[in-house]
Nanobody, 135 residues
Framework: EVQLVESGGGLVQAGGSLRLSCAAS????????IGWFRQAPGKEREGVSC?????????????YYEDSMKGRFTISSDNANNTVYLQMNSLKPEDTAVYYC?????????WGLGFLRGYYGVDYWGKGTLVTVSS
């Protein structure tokens, strides 16, 4: 069974940076997509970014190109250590949320934006890590 363990959350002042990590284990094939979702207080969970393991292609939810998140978040992976990262810079109070790592397996050529928007469902979720940005 796939397990995802997030770390790296915490309290940071506005303008600061955090790097979230997701340690993954239990994959039985290389055909999966993995990424980050977040849920702010009182709001629905939303997709942030993901990376398709088969070719390393990265996706960011489109809306984040249009608002102040553009360029502030970067997803990356370390395949040797089965870890996915989310580097978050210039953090703002509105970035306060629980950040979840998630993965869907076994769909060849999965569309990353579809994954972030819930079109395929999510097979496994991590327990989340809380990011609090103070003003």
């Amino acid at each position: 069974e796939v397990q995802l363990v997030e770390s790296g959350g915490g309290l940071v002042q506005a303008g600061g940076s955090l790097r979230l990590s997701c340690a993954a284990s239990g994959f039985t094939s290389d055909d999966y997509i993995i990424g980050w979702f977040r849920q702010a207080p009182g709001k629905e969970r939303e997709g942030v970014s993901c990376i398709r393991n088969s070719d390393g292609r990265t996706y960011y939810e489109d809306s984040y190109y249009e608002d102040s998140m553009k360029g502030r978040f970067t997803i990356s992976s370390d395949n040797a250590n089965n870890t996915v990262y989310l580097q978050m810079n210039s953090l703002k109070p509105e970035d306060t949320a629980v950040y979840y790592c998630a993965t869907t397996v076994g769909i060849d050529g999965i569309w990353g934006l579809g994954f972030l928007r819930g079109y395929y469902g999510v097979d496994y979720w991590g327990k989340g890590t809380l990011v609090t940005v103070s003003s």
